[in-house]
């Protein structure tokens, strides 16, 4: 059951697309208090959710602070990351969700003032609480009823599935010719090379380098032949500069965030001087998404969002301040006290609250202009949205690939994210597994890590644990930062091993597609902590370094430096699948339990359930050569199983036919059949009792 709850007058954020009405007795489980709603925690129940945040999937034990930041360290003591994802599920006897459509600085105290004691505090009073109760006690109907409340997730191109090599450093066509040689001569599989800013003149949205990038629309044909996309960068901030037509017609059209006095605001990103579309606004929303056209028009066929929170490095009238400031220091002597001074003056530039409650927005439809801060939360969403509507229009039969930094719920239907500026750390390939479930009880499904690692040099055996992890993520991306050490997979002494594991996710992506597109289309999670289908396990509850992925497997993935195997909890009898790469599936019946189970640096180690089954294909260069029409299947022998597989064409819009739909099944005998409208053959691999 969804109750909505509304507080003063609310903006419309649009994150859910169902229609509540708002009732007018009090929020049961919460008092409300000195601005602030309380709970009581019961002792040792487990909080979840907030998407992309720092720490556990188990969220109690600190504050956590949506602010949609451009936070470069992923580290415990933040209190916010890039998107605001407000929804929570409180567990205990009865467990319920509560989203908070509030798109301002949110605060939430998770048993770090009182361990006991949940506080969420908003910076005012204009918000709808919506309260999920679920009708079977379970987490897992709770995020069902979220997700069917907000609508349903992106769905990206199936080549979106495929690997992809990005790095902020390949200045020119040159660099991307080399990438994509390198894993070619290498044998491989690519689907995606990124372009970061650099393919830009001057880092102005929508133009392309002439010097550099001299004959675009064919180095993406040229590309495509060997089935690589080329994906390029759009950054929110849009340069001040005389003739550049973007910001041209932003001016004139009145299309940018303002000032209280109705100029508009300047802040610096990588251009420097620049102007904030104010995407709040429908006209501009329209207006900005059109503008992709200019590279759809050159063959591209995908995008990634940056820089949408939005960043400031500074704004015009805060630089001059500081040098002003500056100035007062001149001849001193700097001690302690005025050292601290001198540098916290530089340090206040970038993303200062300040500045974020310096400008407007005039979100239209006859709503009075509002304070960037109040809804600072939605710019990375709507800036994402306004790219998704213009596609819808622009290629109505035809997907493109979307992700942003930025999000807030709501976002979730018109594109994925990235999990941001990560560093080559073993401690944030922990990361990037326990933020995966709570961002898909959030919407978003379309996600994945920078692997490798991008602030910081990699090293070889990080790069491959985090690729065996990687290989089950949606979005499978190694990007790195300029300047850090080159982290191609193709430069490396362990590279045999590295292309045996990207194979890998070839192999898996019958599976992998089929189980997204099912948690879409379904409003389910396709990363599940294992305590959501284990509800009953005290023990499953306290894993957070497992995964459930999709019907069929448990992920135990290797992330600590050196490690050889790991321990792994069986919440039942298990298959241990163990595999260094394509036609490499060994498999051993493992008993309910705890395990210490071995892992070379070269394998992969993942669990199929009892009753269920794993549909692999033969390793491709790419998505559009992975052959489906033929499936090996792994089952776990003993019992009949089946599997629900979907399949479409990967690029169309009309999802969801029941035509898509087949079922595998495996008997007691280990014959595998098919049945579905496709002409497709399986085998099942033979398991050894
Ligand atoms: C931001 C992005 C990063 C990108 C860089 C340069 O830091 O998060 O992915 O490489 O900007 O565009």
Redesign the pocket.
């Known amino acids: 059951m969804i109750r909505k709850f509304t507080f003063g007058n609310p903006f419309p954020t649009e994150a859910v697309v169902e229609t509540y009405p708002a009732e007018n007795v009090t929020l049961p489980y919460f008092s409300i208090e000195n601005g602030s709603f309380s709970c009581t925690l019961e002792p040792n129940a487990p909080v979840y959710g907030l998407g992309e945040q720092v720490r556990g999937i188990n969220k109690r034990g600190w504050i956590y602070v949506s602010n949609c930041t451009d936070e470069?360290h992923h580290e415990e003591t933040r209190r916010s990351l890039y998107g605001a994802h407000n929804f929570l599920i409180v567990g205990g006897e009865t467990p319920f969700g509560i989203f908070l459509d509030y798109p301002g600085h949110l605060t939430f105290d998770i048993g770090y003032t009182d361990s006991n004691v949940l506080t969420i505090t908003p910076e005012d009073w204009n918000l709808d609480v919506y309260l999920i109760e679920s009708p079977d006690g379970l987490c897992s109907s709770i995020v069902h009823l979220f997700r069917r409340m907000i609508g349903r997730s992106y769905i990206p191109p199936r080549w979106a599935f495929g690997y992809g090599q990005s790095r902020?450093g390949y200045m020119d066509e040159k660099d991307i010719r080399q990438v994509a040689r390198g894993y070619l001569e290498n044998g491989i599989p690519l689907d995606a090379i990124y372009l970061?800013?650099d393919y830009m003149e001057r880092y102005k949205d929508f133009t392309v380098s002439d010097e550099r990038f001299p004959d675009l629309p064919g180095l993406v044909s040229d590309m495509k032949k060997e089935g690589i996309h080329l994906v390029p960068?759009i950054d929110a901030g849009v340069k001040i500069e005389k003739g550049y037509s973007v910001y041209e017609e932003g001016v004139k059209n009145n299309y940018f965030c303002k000032e209280a006095d109705g100029t508009d605001f300047v802040g610096a990103v990588?251009p420097g001087r620049a102007h904030f579309p104010d995407v709040l606004n429908p006209e501009v929303r329209r207006w900005f998404g059109r503008k992709y056209k200019y590279l759809l028009d050159m063959g591209i066929e995908g995008f990634w969002n940056?820089?949408n929170e939005p960043a400031l490095f500074y704004s015009e009238k805060r630089l001059k301040k500081v040098f002003e400031e500056l100035e007062k220091f001149k001849g001193q002597n700097l001690d302690l006290e005025k050292n601290n001074a001198f540098l916290g003056l530089v340090n206040t530039l970038a993303n200062n609250p300040e500045d974020y409650r310096s400008f407007y927005h005039e979100p239209g439809n006859g709503r009075e202009k509002v304070r960037h801060d109040k809804v600072h939360n939605l710019y990375g969403y709507n800036m994402t949205r306004a790219a998704e509507e213009a596609f819808e229009e622009l290629e109505p039969d035809k997907r493109i690939l979307l992700f942003s930094?930025s999000s807030y719920v709501g976002m979730h239907r018109y594109g994925g994210i990235w999990q941001?500026?990560n560093t080559s750390w073993w401690s944030h390939l922990e990361l990037n597994i326990k933020m995966m479930p709570s961002l898909n009880m959030c919407g978003f499904l379309y996600t994945g890590a920078?692997l490798g690692g991008?602030n910081a040099d990699t090293t070889e055996d990080l790069l491959l644990r985090w690729l065996q992890f990687g290989i089950f993520t949606p979005l499978m991306r190694n990007?790195s930062?300029m300047g850090t050490r080159e982290q191609e997979a193709y430069r490396f002494s362990n590279r045999e091993a590295l292309k045996r594991t990207i194979q890998l996710r070839y192999c898996l992506l019958p599976y992998l597609y089929s189980e997204y597109m099912k948690a879409a289309l379904k409003d389910t999670m396709m990363f599940r902590p294992l305590a959501f289908d284990y509800p009953k396990d005290a023990e499953a509850a306290q894993v957070e370094d497992q995964l459930m992925l999709g019907d069929s497997l448990m992920l135990a993935p290797v992330y600590r430096q050196n490690a050889l195997g790991r321990y792994v909890y069986l919440p039942e009898d298990m298959l241990l699948i163990t595999s260094s790469g394509p036609e490499d599936f060994r498999c051993r019946k493992m008993k309910a339990g705890h395990h210490y189970v071995k892992a070379a640096a070269e394998e992969v180690i993942f669990f199929l359930r009892k009753g269920q089954l794993l549909p692999l294909a033969a390793p491709a260069a790419n998505v559009a050569e992975t052959d489906t029409s033929h499936l090996t299947v792994i089952a776990y022998p003993g019992e009949d199983c089946s599997y629900t597989l979907y399949e479409d064409d990967g690029i169309s819009r009309n999802y969801g036919s029941p035509d898509n739909y087949e079922t595998i099944t495996v008997n007691r005998v280990g014959i595998a059949s098919c049945y579905g409208h496709r002409n497709r053959t399986v085998c099942a691999i033979k398991i050894k009792d």
């Open positions: 470069p902020w970061d800013i960068i990588w940056d820089m930094r941001g500026d920078d991008f990007h930062a």
